[in-house]
Nanobody, 127 residues
Framework: QVQLVESGGGSVQAGGSLRLSCAASGYTGRHYCMGWFRQAPGNKREGVAGIHTRTGSTSYADSVKGRFTISQDNAKNTMYLQMNSLKPEDSAMYYC????????????????????WGQGTQVTVSS
């Protein structure tokens, strides 16, 4: 099973930027669907962005389109989430997740589509 470790969280003011990293290990040589999720206290875990490690195809939640960018460095087995123009409502614990990719495109970025999870990194945006 893939092991995932997030880093890069912190506290910023509204309008600021952060870049989250997700280092992966234990790959079996397959390609994966990878995703970023977030969960604020009292809220459900929601998908933020996803990427296919072979095709590089990406998807985003409407709430972050134009502000967040998901990317990967396959040589480093690392996925990133560049977060710009941060808002207080972006405050949450952010998690990365992975699942072996199907033959077709990655499924919708929802928690049930991913088997491996990191421990999370906290992002706090103050107004």
């Amino acid at each position: 099973q893939v092991q995932l470790v997030e880093s890069g969280g912190g506290s910023v003011q509204a309008g600021g930027s952060l870049r989250l990293s997700c280092a992966a290990s234990g790959y079996t040589g397959r390609h994966y669907c990878m995703g970023w999720f977030r969960q604020a206290p009292g809220n459900k875990r929601e998908g933020v962005a996803g990427i296919h490690t072979r095709t590089g195809s990406t998807s985003y939640a409407d709430s972050v389109k134009g502000r967040f960018t998901i990317s990967q460095d396959n040589a480093k087995n690392t996925m990133y989430l560049q977060m710009n123009s941060l808002k207080p409502e972006d405050s949450a614990m952010y998690y990365c997740a992975a699942n072996p990719a199907p033959l077709g495109p990655c499924p919708t970025v929802v928690p049930g589509s991913f088997a491996s999870w990191g421990q999370g990194t906290q992002v706090t945006v103050s107004s």
